[in-house]
């Protein structure tokens, strides 16, 4: 991949680059190296199974053909423990730490760390609940009309029963829903009908990678990558409106911060975007929530002991208004499209405009086993049909 080029997402948080593993000197965009802005960054590697992890002070420098990490990245890359053929996800995350995820030749992503013995790394993974898994699409030949799962990816984490309704939901870069069916191959496994029309839509060809997350119940959201590694932005335009608080950030975990607080500080969070983001009102930094207007339409919310207990969610007027909310209504529930299982949740005007999930909420939340601090992804299929994605905490 080359390393550098005029696409940079650089209104992002957290900036992030796809590129080939190299051992001796690793290549990066120059834009990776300007956002750097030193001639050292900090790479961090976990050292084990234990949740701990090390930092390595690695040269960010420049010659005739760009940025490059040197110095300090062979001693990572021993300690990491990749290999020839992977790739690797660089995360910029401020001050010059970078986190890195490694995909393996399979293209599933693997955990890092020299210590972690192979035959338990799929019961560390899958015990994760922070870490959503993912698999990298990079680079492939006649994927225009289907695509390939890995079949490692397959085995290890797509049960059984999921695979026999036979459709995936796949959610792009600004959230919107597509259905793809799924195709059953002698041994392997495919996106089919509908992946085409959703290439498409988000202008991707063979000449981007894409970083696809399984989020559960068989729904993907996917990030693309140019052939310089660095992401794309989609097209397609959004509207943001967050209510109460703040957008929510994504932090390094606390062993990271711990680890890193003796070499370079590391910021909690990045600036509020200016333009057409506004914070109405300031909150509790924990709960965090996030409204999307279509189309397609979504809400994200982090679970908080009184949202919980009280049952209710109180819905800003402007999401309302864009999702035609005039009067009670009530919604259907589904943690996946393709499963018979539902629950209806009255919505009920609210202060003005704006409105709030009634009876039916308090049943959702038992029988889903939402706790303090889950994130709840609303996605709004229909004004009267929603699909909520779980991540726990």
């Known amino acids: 991949m080359a390393s550098s080029g005029d696409q940079w997402a650089s209104k992002a948080k957290n900036p992030r680059v796809l590129l080939q593993f190299s051992c001796d000197t690793l290549r990066i965009p120059d834009e990776l190296a300007a956002e750097i802005g030193a001639g050292q960054a900090l790479v ?205 950030q994504e932090a390094p975990s606390a062993s990271i911060q711990k680890c890193c607080e003796n070499d370079l500080p590391i910021s909690d ?8 983001i506004t914070s109405l009102k300031k909150a509790s930094p924990r709960v965090k929530c996030i409204y999307k207007i279509g189309p397609p339409a979504w809400i994200r919310k982090e679970m908080s002991t009184k949202t919980i207990r009280k049952y209710i969610q109180p819905l800003p007027a402007a999401f309302c208004n864009a999702i035609g909310f005039q009067e009670a209504c009530t919604i259907t529930f589904k943690t996946s499209l393709s499963s018979t299982s539902s629950w209806q949740v009255h919505v009920l005007p609210y202060k003005g405009s704006s409105h709030q999930l009634g009876s039916g909420w308090r049943r959702f939340c038992q029988e889903n086993k939402i706790k303090e601090g889950d994130v709840c992804t609303f996605n709004i299929i229909d004004s009267t049909l929603w699909h909520v994605v779980i991540a726990r905490r």
């Not at 009309?145 to 695979?163: D, G, R, S, T």
């Not at 660095?230 to 097209?235: A, D, G, Q, V, Y």
Request: charged share 20%; aromatic share 8%; glycine share 12%.
């Open 269 to 276: 969070g990045e600036k509020k975007p200016q333009g057409s």
């Open 44 to 248: 961090v590697c976990p050292s084990g199974t234990g949740g701990k992890v090390k930092v390595w002070p690695v040269e960010v420098g420049r010659d005739g053909g760009g940025a490059f990490l040197g110095s300090g990245w062979p001693e990572f890359a021993e300690a990491s423990g990749v290999e020839a053929g992977w790739l690797l996800v660089l995360r910029h995350r401020g001050r010059g730490v970078l986190t890195v995820k490694a995909f393996d030749a399979s293209r599933c992503l693997r955990v890092l760390g020299a210590t972690t013995p192979p035959e338990v790394e799929a019961t560390v993974s899958s015990r994760d609940d922070a870490r959503k898994q993912q698999f990298i699409s990079a680079h492939p030949t006649n994927f225009m009309e289907k695509m390939l799962i890995p079949a490692k990816f397959v085995q290890q984490y797509l049960p059984k029963e999921h695979l026999n309704n036979q459709s995936a939901i796949v959610l792009g870069p600004i959230g919107k829903v597509h259905s793809i069916k799924l195709e059953m191959g002698q041994s392997d496994l495919f996106f089919a009908g509908g992946w085409s029309q959703f290439l498409a839509f988000h202008d991707i060809t063979e000449a981007n990678a894409l970083l696809l997350r399984y989020e559960g119940n068989m729904v993907f959201t996917v990030k693309i990558f140019g052939p310089n590694g660095c992401p794309i932005e989609s097209k397609h335009k959004e509207v943001r409106v967050p209510q109460n608080i703040e957008e929510q």
